[in-house]
């Protein structure tokens, strides 16, 4: 997922077991979250093929912020 | 045989691990041909398809069905030849770097605390070696049911297209079918009562030692297609 051009957004992903976290390293919010969505959007393709699917109660997204603040949201409570 | 766990719980046949370590000289061979058999023909027999599903209390006074966790039980022998050929798989996996280096569950020398550095250590040196407006948003998502969602056949196309050898494709794909399962719940006075027997298409059976690695495959796609 690292790409090539150094303004782009980097985004990364592990898996481990039937958890996954994809994230993106930014410096640009509006092109992180492009990416983002397109990464997003390439995963939700590849479960809908494999007949899987995201258990959309145990989903969260998060910040990770310089000044050591983490926001997360939780779907529960949206 | 001997590095077969003996208090392991048993299956439906009630074989325990225990008889099986002290199996008589005389029977080795008998066995060893019908395992032969098994690996040859790529067949298995039915009845080491059959689970037993124990629910299992997770707080005490539990009464609603969401207060157990159901462990699935298969008979030993069954388990005892699936560890061979979870071995055979997980061998030709790791020769040929079938899985990609994100995936970190269930593989050997790594763990959560792996999968944990990567991911902290992407952020922490993102964040501490850019600038003050650098950072990172993670998504975290955890698939529903996903051990009872795999479909068999993509599976078994998947073994195919990544060229595991045939034997072991055969092998998995008998595996996978036909499955059954009883729900045994056992009753105050210690008694217990069987469900009606089940039948499952869909899923790697729960409980099984295969399983891991071949969730592990039938995932891999999503890293690959995420890479791009």
Known sequence: MNTDNPNEPTIEHILY???????????????????LQSALDTIAMQLIHDELRANVLKMSIHWF????????INSNTQ | MLQLKPEEACGFDNITNDMLRHIPHNMVPIITDLLEYSWESGAIPKCWKHAIIQPIPKKAAATNPADFRPISLLPCFANS???????????????????TPNQYGFRSKTSTSNALLAFVNSVHKHIYTTNVNAGSTAVLIDLKAAY????????IRKLQKERIPAQIVKWTASLLSTRTA????????????HSSTLNFD??????S?????????YINDISKQSTR
Do not use: M
Request: hydrophobic share 40%; glycine share 4%.
């Open chain 1, 17 to 35: 077991a039937d958890d996954i976290i994809i994230w993106v390293n930014h410096t640009n919010p509006a092109l992180a979250q492009q990416r």
């Open chain 1, 65 to 72: 912020t310089f000044n050591n603040q983490t926001y997360g």
């Open chain 2, 81 to 99: 030849w699936n560890e061979l050929l979870t071995v055979k798989l997980t061998k030709h996996v790791q020769l040929h770097s079938i899985l």
């Open chain 2, 148 to 155: 009872d969602s795999v479909c068999r056949f993509t599976l």
């Open chain 2, 182 to 193: 009883n729900t045994r719940t056992v009753l105050a006075d210690g008694s217990s009562q």
């Open chain 2, 202 to 207: 869909r899923g790697v059976p729960q409980g």
């Open chain 2, 209 to 217: 030692s295969i399983s891991p690695i071949l969730f592990n495959i």
